[in-house]
Every structure is written in C-alpha cells, then in structure tokens.
C-alpha cells in the first residue's frame, strides 16, 4: 500500500494541479486541496489549435505500433520457439543486448537513417507518422518476442502433433491453436507498447521537426511552455486528458493482462 501511495501520489497531484484555479497553481505554498475547483484549465487545454488532430495522430501512432508488434512477436516467437535454425541462440542474446543500449544514444544515429529511409520511401521519413511507427515497432519487438516467447514454449508440442494428425496445416495450427492460447501475453504486451507509443515525446520531437499537421498530443502540451510564465494548469489538465486512453484500454484488457503476466513469469 505504501508502494502504491507513492506511485499514484504523482497522478493525484497532476489532476489536483489541473482542477485548480490558477493562483492556487502558482501560490508559494501550495496546498494537497482546493475547495474552489474549476475547469478553466481543460478548456484551455482543450481549445488548443489542432488538438483533434494531434489525438487522432497519437492514436494512429500507437495502435499501429500495437497491431504490427503483436502480429511480428507472435510469429517471431513462434519461430525462435519452434524451429531449430543456425544463429537461433545468437538472435535470443541479441534481443536482450539491444535493450540495454540507451534510447537518447540512439536518437542521432536513427535521425539520419530516417532522414535516409525517407528520400527512398517518404512515408517513413521526417514529418511522417510512418518513421515514428516504424522507430517504436523497434523499440517495442525485442521485449515483446522475448515476453512471449515464454508463452509459446508452455504450448505442449503433442498439442501441435495432435493437430498435424487432424489434418491442420502448420499455419492452421499458428492462427487456430496456438494465437488463442498465447492471447493473453499478447495483450500484456500491447499494453506496454501503447503506453510507449502513446506517451512517447523524444522521437516525435526528433522526427517531426516542421510538419505541424502530424504532431502528437505530448508536443501540443509545448504550446503552454512559455518563455516568461508557464500554464501549468493546462499542461497538467493536457496530461490528465493524455492518461484517459491509456487507463480506457488498460480497464479492456485488464483481465487478460493479469493473466498474461503470471503466465510470463511462469514461463
């Protein structure tokens, strides 16, 4: 409980900043309380120029990212799990090494390559959504193939034997069998992958450097960033809107993901 405490103590302290009124905000003494709530800062938050756009982006972002990591980590896993190939045992270490590399080192290098990708491809390249989908899909397959790996491996092998004796194909079996018993690390890991992409501000601040139309929601909270006095009302109310989409999808999987977690440390 105290664990918990001081976890949600940020969360309580952000949605209390965003309810207050503004001398509350910048008052030298501020108080855990206010007993003169107000909205003010969310319709300052809310009529930001293209914020329809920048959660629409967002949400195109981050379901991308879930749907094509899901899809690439089951079948990769599937593969590391199942099949004996030379360099099996080298790309498992790899999975692990690569996440140990720090993100901020990584930003420069994968600025120029997108830089490169988009004179070839220029839906992947600077000012698109596209290089922000393709960066965090990297970003996000090495933990998911390793997580759900665990998953495939606890699926018994007379399970497939038994199908491959009923007449399923290897890829009956794959999308039959198999993807419903591993839904639940599925889901476990589409949750981290969202909340990675969801809230992801140092490549959409990297990548997106002039196409305003395609900016995320963390950098629309930029507009209240002043030089002279920030609106930290409206930065925490922008925040506090940011976490709605992210505890919607956490409550529709939140059976399947606990389940998918005891599963992972199972296997």
Known sequence: ????????????????????????????????????????????????????????????????????????????????????????????????????????????????????????????????????VLVHLAFSLPFAIWMLRGFVAAVPKELEEAATLDGASRFRFLWRVLFPLVAPGLVATSVLSFIHAWNDFLFAKTFIISAAENQTLPLALQVFVRPDQNDWGAIMAGATLMTIPVLVFFVFVQRRLVSGLAGSVKG
């Not at 190939?85 to 996440?99: A, D, E, P, S, W």
């Open 1 to 132: 409980m105290v664990v918990a405490g001081v976890v949600a103590f940020p969360l309580f302290w952000m949605v209390l900043t965003a309810i207050k009124p503004e001398d509350e905000v910048l008052s030298a003494d501020p108080k855990p309380w206010t007993l003169r709530p107000t909205f003010d800062s969310f319709v300052r938050a809310l009529t930001v120029q293209n914020f329809g756009r920048y959660f629409l982006n967002s949400v195109i972002v981050a379901l991308a990212v879930v749907l094509l990591s899901m899809l690439v980590a089951f079948l990769a896993a599937a593969a590391l799990t199942r099949f004996r190939f030379r360099g099996r045992t080298t790309m498992l270490i790899m999975l692990l090494v690569v996440q140990m590399v720090p993100v901020e080192a990584l930003t420069v290098p994968l600025f120029f390559l997108m830089r490169s990708v988009g004179q070839s491809v220029p839906a992947f390249g600077l000012n698109h959504l596209g290089s922000l």
